[in-house]
């Protein structure tokens, strides 16, 4: 009987563990993070990612759940930003007394307001239309934002303080660190909520119309009404985001709500992978870092980032995170050795023909865009002449080399991922 028990209990706790486990590295992820990145720079990128990974993870509520492509997600990103900076305007004259850490509150609601409104006529389509629609909407509201100076400040946009609001525990979020805890705390909820919603019936359902919305009214689903429940919930959380975006820079404009921040979530979100609950998280992570150290580096980072984005949905439209499920049979068949250094005569020769047409770029970029007469440029801190042959010579010759040397080592590749992934026999199944 003693036996039974421990067993029960035994897989109970590897059951809660599994379930709970990740929340709670999530958790403490955050809160150990600002004392392992303490520069400013780093808490400034933190801050950055917090904001986008609710950003992406709500787009990805349409996208990757419902199968609703849409080019106008920023709008309910902005109106949240706009709707919370004049929460803070209204503190600070002491119309209404709030703390600050509840007025993304209010940015989430107009932006469940938006998308209620908007949601009602356009979800009544799907695909091509629906995107047209989402497309035309953006564009109405960003021009409207020019035209309705009372509420969206113009070109100038409307600027807050947020230290103005009532201090709680002390906290005035004059820090940025403050304000990175605060963003914390929303990421963590925000994210539970929207996993949760994905494993209701109802985030089930968005998932079914994505696949076959014409099932999905055979057996008594309003695909339309789906489709809805999806989108509302979807510009909430943009308007969460969005509050917090206005909390962190204490100024929203026209930007906010344009096609090129909805472009950029879209963006966020492909890279890290649209089949993946975790995939807009990554990709929000990996943009943010290209965006606030790549751009360091070299003017041309949003070149680089187009590039990434057009390989991803051209040859890995999984995203960074299906690569790595992509691995997941050769793990489990622990083949993942057999990898090994097929991947390390691949990667050698394709970094050095990256680095060459990388090298390519930053040269012509240099020559075309340098001064009269400047003809001295650093690349990664090695000074020399743009205009002397010889640099070409070399990022030439390593983006040819490295490129013929790539070419030469697929074959043994493909058959390493064949080897890794082929269906285990009797003997290994036996010692496995």
Known sequence: MSEITNTHTGDLSLSLAKRFGPWIFLALGLLVLPFIFSSNISVYTMNLMGIFIIFALSYNMLLGQGGMLSFGHAVYFGLGGFMSVHFMNYVEAEIVSLPVFVLPIFGGIIGLVFALIIGSFSTRRSGTVFAMISLGIGELIASCSLIFVAFFGGEEGVTGDRTMGPVVMGVDFAQ?????????????????????????????????????????????????????????????????????????????????????????????????????????????????????????????????????????????????????????PAYKMKRLSVLFVPYIRM??????????????????????????????????????????????????????????????????????????????????????
């Open 347 to 432: 990667g050698i020769p394709t970094f050095t023909m990256l680095a060459g047409i990388s090298g390519f770029l930053e040269i012509i970029h240099h020559v075309r865009s340098a001064a009269v007469g400047e003809t001295s440029m650093s690349l990664l801190g090695i000074e020399f002449n743009s205009h002397s042959v010889m640099p070409w010579v070399i990022v030439v010759t390593l983006g040819v080399v490295g490129g013929y040397i790539s070419r030469t080592q697929l074959p043994q590749m493909r058959d390493a991922w064949e080897t890794a992934n082929a269906p285990l026999d009797s003997k290994e199944g036996a010692s496995s």
């Open 176 to 328: 940025d660190i403050e304000v990175y805890y605060l963003i914390a705390v929303w990421a963590f909820i925000t994210i539970a909520l929207m996993y949760l919603f994905s494993r209701t019936p109802m985030g089930r359902m968005a998932n079914a119309v994505r696949d076959n919305d014409e099932r999905s009214e055979f057996i008594g689903y309003s695909q339309r009404r789906v489709r809805l429940i999806s989108f509302c919930a979807s510009g909430f959380f943009a308007g969460i985001a969005g509050g917090l975006f206005a909390i962190n820079f204490e100024i929203v404009t026209e930007e906010n709500l344009n096609a090129l921040t909805s472009g950029v979530v879209l963006l966020m979100t492909y890279i890290g992978g649209v089949g993946f609950f975790i995939g807009p998280i990554v990709g929000a992570v990996v943009f943010t870092l290209l965006q606030t150290l790549l751009s360091n580096y070299t003017e041309i980072w949003q070149l680089y980032v187009g590039v990434l984005f057009v390989l991803t949905v051209m040859y890995v439209p999984q995203g960074l995170t299906g690569i790595l499920a992509m691995h997941g």
